[in-house]
């Protein structure tokens, strides 16, 4: 069982920066691939971001590339997102997600925990 815990969310405006990050409970964090996702009202969860359990591999949304870094501390048992430039539509709940294999996908079924979200707004 993992328990994920989303922090730093919150009020921006256009062309700032966030920095989300995702405690997680657990001793076996290192064998999970861990990803965020965003969902806005009435629309479908939507992938952000993967890493693989080691951290050494990271995949993006094409949305996003360029601007949001994924990262990881196995030691600390914990995940970041930072989100650089950001736009009114990247507005959304993040939310952080384990995979429990050694890489991500970008699909929600693909994940075994998820967090309970933090609310990113972003003013124009």
């Known amino acids: 069982q993992v328990q994920l815990v989303e922090s730093g969310g919150g009020l921006v405006q256009a062309g700032g920066s966030l920095r989300l990050s995702c405690a997680a409970s657990?001793?076996?964090?290192?064998?999970?691939?861990m990803g965020w996702f965003r969902q806005t009202p009435g629309k479908e969860r939507e992938f952000v971001a993967h890493?693989?359990?080691?951290?050494?591999?990271?995949y993006y949304a094409d949305s996003v590339k360029g601007r949001f870094t994924i990262s990881r501390d196995n030691a600390k048992n914990t995940v970041a997102l930072q989100m650089n430039s950001l736009k009114p539509e990247d507005t959304a709940v993040y939310y952080c997600a384990a995979r429990a294999a050694s890489w991500g996908e970008n699909y929600p079924g693909a994940y075994d925990y998820w967090g309970q979200g933090t609310q990113v707004t972003v003013s124009s």
């Open positions: 657990g001793r076996t964090f290192s064998s999970y691939a």
């Open positions: 890493i693989s359990w080691t951290g050494g591999s990271t």
